[in-house]
């Protein structure tokens, strides 16, 4: 009795010390990537217009948010998808002036949807919370059952510099263009405010008609474009990510500062040049040794 | 965000008021230097000069927020932005050296009224956010090496408004 009871408690003891050894990496690797213990992992500041579409046409609808603050959170991981909700809070303003305002592509609407004094605020805390299912293998998101694509506002499997080039990503339909230099994506310096000092962030600009990013491993530093929030509407949003980020993002902040790249037409030119010359002056001296002799 | 040396130095139109203004550069080779840039917005020009680390090759970006004043009503009538931008590439002499620095793409958005803090402090907000992107190219033997990258300017403008000067 005493024995099988030492024989059980040894057991456990196996079965608690391999459920540890086994349990430890996944839990360490999912810490890691999306820190489930801290509920925001991203913070932007920025102006939204609120859209509807029409086809390939955005309109306007009147109102807007200005220096919304947009918050992501994490809510929950089930079978390979995570749920992050974005809380959109800022004063809501309607402007008649801004309903007339349509295009097709977002960095036109943003330079000429212009509000005008006769704006009126409409809710002076205005919250709009939306909770989209996100992979976390690929990233694609829906909103409800309606499939976006790419997320834009944060990007939850760790985008590395040199895997960047690997993953092709879809947007509202359209395939996101990673800008390169010579196959390599090319890195964008961004200064933001840092301590009492500044600090050179580098991140890879992702892009399509709808949407324009720059992203450092998870974060986006900036996003402008449309932001699909359901019912066929859209937000027009100019986010930069806020500065209470900066420390994480200085944390990883590992990409290179510039794409370097060798030339080898003008490198054999180079050496072409050299040995001609070489050979040209090896000429001159012989044939002003043979003179002298 | 990082504070220039600006220098205003004329407004043609006179009822166009500069509520805000922002301004931002990098310079690569050279001296530090003055660059001036104009920027335009409802009619009326502005002159900044801004210090560069490196007067040969540069790039900078400027924006400006504006409003109509009407003196009769005391009033704004109107709202605007503007933003500029130049660059300049240098070559070394024997050719050994070169930057070429050109302007990519960018951006300002709408101008956008906060009327929200004027119960509480009497101002309202106005603002136009906005960014420029500009590709730096460095060769050196003769372009047989070559090292790219991109800088990003932001150029957000903001100010404070009486609301009593607001329709």
């Known amino acids: 009795m005493l024995l099988s009871k030492d024989f059980l408690k040894s057991i456990l003891f196996f079965a608690m010390l391999s459920s540890l050894i086994f349990l430890t990496p996944t839990l360490t690797l999912l810490a890691h990537e999306i820190k489930p213990s801290s509920r925001t992992i991203y913070v932007y500041k920025g102006d939204i217009l609120f859209m509807k579409r029409n086809g390939s046409v955005f309109i306007s609808d009147g109102f807007y948010i200005l220096s919304a603050s947009v918050v992501v959170n994490i809510s929950n991981i089930k079978r390979g998808l995570i749920n992050l909700s974005v809380s959109i809070n800022g004063p809501l303003y309607y402007d008649p002036a801004l309903a007339n305002c349509s295009g097709s592509s977002f960095n036109v609407l943003l330079e000429t949807c212009d509000s005008s004094p006769l704006a009126r605020l409409v809710n002076e805390s205005y919250r709009l919370t939306l909770t989209y299912s996100v992979n976390v293998s690929n990233n694609y998101a829906w909103l409800g059952n309606r499939f976006v694509g790419f997320f834009p506002l944060y990007v939850v499997p760790d985008i590395g510099y040199d895997n960047a080039t690997r993953f092709k990503y879809v947007y509202l339909g359209e395939e996101l263009t990673l800008l390169t230099v010579h196959g390599k994506p090319a890195p964008v310096r961004v200064k933001k405010p840092y301590g009492s000092s500044s600090i050179e962030l580098h991140c890879i600009v992702y892009n399509n008609t709808y949407v324009d990013l720059c992203l450092l491993h998870h974060y986006p530093l900036y996003v402008w474009g449309f932001l699909p929030i359901g019912d066929n509407r859209f937000a027009l949003v100019y986010l930069e990510v806020d500065d209470s980020m900066v420390g994480v993002l200085a944390s990883v902040n590992d990409y290179p500062a510039s794409v370097e790249y060798v030339d080898y037409v003008r490198v054999g030119l180079l050496v072409s040049v050299v040995a001609l010359i070489i050979v040209g002056v090896y000429g001159v001296v012989r044939r002003f040794r043979r003179g002298k002799g | ?167």
């Open chain 2, 1 to 167: 965000m990082f504070a220039p040396e600006t220098n205003i130095k004329k407004a043609t139109a006179q009822n166009v008021i500069l509520l805000d203004y922002s301004i931002g550069g990098n310079g690569y080779h050279g001296s530090s230097g003055t660059v001036s840039l104009t920027v335009s917005s409802q009619g009326a020009l502005f002159t900044f000069s801004y210090t560069v680390n490196g007067i040969d090759a540069y790039d900078l970006a400027g924006s400006v927020l504006t409003g109509v004043y009407d003196s009769g009503i005391h009033q704004f009538i109107a709202f605007g932005k503007g933003y500029n931008y130049r660059t300049r590439s240098w070559t070394s002499f024997t050719h050994f050296e070169s930057y070429k620095i050109s302007y990519y793409y960018g951006t300002l958005s709408g101008v956008y009224i906060d009327r929200s803090s004027c119960n509480s402090i009497g101002y309202a907000k106005v603002e136009a956010r906005g960014s420029e992107l500009f590709r730096v190219e460095h060769s050196t033997w003769w372009g047989a090496k070559t090292s790219v990258h991109y800088d990003y300017i932001s150029l957000t403008v903001s100010s404070l408004v009486s609301c009593s000067t607001l329709p």
